[in-house]
């Protein structure tokens, strides 16, 4: 059963600091990789999607990268901003079905003026 | 960009109380929605797979007979937590797949039902 660990489980940073959140998964045979933003009490926002045959994807200042055979991705936040505070959580498709995911435990950002 | 609508946002209702959550894809059809419920401080489980006109796959550990799913149009999925006690408190979240020949499968996430039960 596939597995899904996300560290630091939060972090505060000061803004404008470059920021690395980490995400670790069991199983390497996936067929993509997502990260998600979640605000309190929300619903998630997809933020990137890798797909198992690339290494990375960028969008603004975001950067997602993915190493399958480690079973790591990392999502790289460049100079951070107190609006980027939330919960950032990254999945992958369950294993027998590309559209149901694995959740991990997301990472709460909490970015200081 | 396609969206997913979930109501209510929130609800507070009494022990014993049945409550209806719905989800609508709102310009696109979704023959398969999911369900996730997300407890504090904790990440997001699924709690079942609604098909279009079929009866829902339930993952392990969750009752049917507890959380009734009924997708009865290609843009409408209902979950109702029959008999809601405490320990149902939680915030549940749909998610939609759009399919389409120009992008493939895209999923879409509604934006979360908060349940609180006294």
């Known amino acids: 059963k596939q597995e899904v660990t996300q560290i630091p489980a939060a972090l505060s940073v000061p803004e404008g600091e470059n920021l690395v959140l980490n995400c670790s998964f069991t199983d390497s045979a996936i067929y993509n990789l997502q990260w998600f933003r979640q605000d309190p009490g929300k619903g998630l926002t997809s933020l990137l999607l890798i797909q198992s045959s690339q290494r990375e994807q960028t969008s603004g200042r975001l950067n997602a990268s993915l190493d399958k055979s480690s079973g790591r991705s990392t999502l790289y936040i460049a100079a951070s901003q107190p609006g980027d505070s939330a919960t950032y959580l990254c999945a992958v498709p369950n294993s027998g079905s590309a559209r149901q995911l694995t959740f991990g435990s997301g990472t709460q950002l909490t970015v200081l003026p | 960009g396609a969206v997913v609508s979930q109501h209510p946002s929130w609800v507070i209702c009494k022990s014993g109380t049945s409550v209806k959550i719905e989800c609508r894809s709102l310009?696109?059809?979704?023959?398969?929605m999911f369900w996730y419920r997300q407890f504090p401080k904790q990440s997001l489980m699924l709690m079942a797979t609604?098909?279009?006109?079929?009866?829902?796959?339930?993952e392990q550990g969750v009752e049917k007979d507890k959380f009734l799913i009924n997708h009865a149009s290609l843009t409408l999925s209902t979950l109702t937590v029959t008999s809601a006690h405490p320990e149902d408190s939680s915030f549940y979240i749909c998610s939609a797949i759009q399919d389409s020949r120009m992008v493939g499968e895209k999923l879409f996430f509604g934006s979360g039902t908060q349940l609180s039960v006294l």
């Open positions: 310009d696109f059809q979704a023959t398969t």
């Open positions: 609604s098909n279009e006109g079929s009866k829902a796959t339930y």
